[in-house]
């Protein structure tokens, strides 16, 4: 819910700044690390949009896996070893490559 | 009126950081730490608090975030540190505009740290950043070994991990290997501390912690 009003206050901006008058669809690209699940984010959308320029809006959602990488050995690895130590050489030295997005893609709107 | 696409590529949260950012630039100038206490309702956040607050010489004082009430707040002020308190009204986590206008309201010449104890909860308050130097993830013996690896985000960003209540760890099923095997995995570099604040274990560990934060701030 709060990842929503937080998208919600992007898209309102957004419209603000443009001019447009309204929103049709909203392409989302949530990390897989957000723990958003995505029916319960559409479900919040859905019934936060009312009474604003995005209700009736599509939400769509492209889940972004969770990478790491090793500095160490370069080895790369995702959901199914979770965690800053590197399952090839044990190094710590490790960077979350994606997984944290939480970024709007692209929108479809109506111009005025 | 006509349709088009319209491609965005924009981070959401950049409101947010905004606010962290001031407050961080805030604190820094200042010399004052900001500790993130996040942890589900009932894992012993203002235990610890209570059990922390006064006794180290430390000059603290505490933001208490809470969906309603104010029970939390007055249990803090009893120990005489100034404290203030945030309801969110239904919000499940505290965000970084709200600690932004809150602060000034704080002795601020007259700290060395400031607590944060966020909103009961293991998810949300994991994903905002409100200008903490560090979030410390603090899950208690009841709740099971099983946190680190159900809510990754709050563990693989906290800079210490608290296990508290473990004088309840011959009445309760809990697997310590288990748990701190998962913290280990999921963010080696996070402090890790047994915590037992009915039987006053592990405060000196956590002291010690809070210290050396406060100096590699003020050094840093």
């Given at each position: 819910m709060s990842l929503v009003s937080a998208i919600l206050e992007s898209l309102e901006k957004m419209v603000d700044e443009n001019g447009?008058?309204?929103?049709?669809s909203v392409t989302l690209r949530v990390g897989a690390?957000?723990?958003?699940?995505p029916d319960v984010m559409k479900f919040a959308f859905e019934v936060s949009v009312?009474?604003?320029?995005?209700?009736g809006a599509e939400l769509a959602i492209i889940s972004v896996p969770i990478k790491f990488s090793c500095r160490g050995c370069g080895a790369h690895w995702g959901e199914e070893e979770?965690?800053?130590?590197?399952?090839?050489?044990?190094?710590?030295?490790?960077?979350?490559?994606?997984?944290m997005e939480l970024e709007l893609e692209s929108l479809e709107v109506q111009e005025r | 009126m006509t349709t088009k696409k319209v491609e965005v590529q924009q981070a959401v949260m950049a409101a947010d950081l905004s606010y962290a950012q001031k407050i961080k630039d805030r604190l820094k100038e200042k010399g004052i730490l900001m500790v993130n206490l996040i942890g589900?309702?009932?894992?012993g956040k203002t235990t610890l608090l209570e059990k922390t607050l006064g006794k180290d010489g430390l000059r603290a004082a505490v933001i208490e975030g809470d969906v309603a009430t104010d029970r939390d707040a007055k249990r803090i002020e009893a120990t005489g540190v100034p404290s203030i308190q945030i309801n969110t009204?239904?919000?499940?986590h505290l965000e970084a505009n709200w600690v932004d206008s809150t602060?000034?309201?704080?002795?601020l010449d007259e700290l060395d740290i400031i607590f944060v104890e966020n909103v009961?909860?293991?998810?949300?308050p994991a994903e905002?950043?409100?200008?903490?130097d560090h979030k410390v993830a603090i899950s208690s013996?009841?709740?099971?070994?099983d946190k680190p690896l159900k809510y990754p985000l709050l563990f693989t960003e906290a800079s210490a991990v608290v296990l508290t209540k473990t004088d309840l760890l011959p009445y309760v099923p809990f697997d310590l290997d288990l748990y701190w095997g998962d913290v280990g995995k999921m963010n080696p570099k996070a402090k890790r501390l047994d915590m037992s604040c009915a039987k006053g274990e592990g405060l000196e560990e956590w002291s010690r912690i809070l210290r050396s934060w406060l100096e590699e701030k003020r050094n840093g």
């Open positions: 447009w008058s309204s929103v049709k690390m957000r723990q958003v699940i009312k009474g604003t320029p995005m209700e979770l965690g800053y130590l590197c399952p090839s050489c044990g190094g710590m030295e490790v960077d979350m490559e994606q997984g | 589900s309702p009932g894992s009204d239904g919000g499940c602060i000034d309201k704080l002795p009961g909860n293991l998810v949300c905002f950043d409100i200008g903490e013996v009841p709740e099971g070994p």
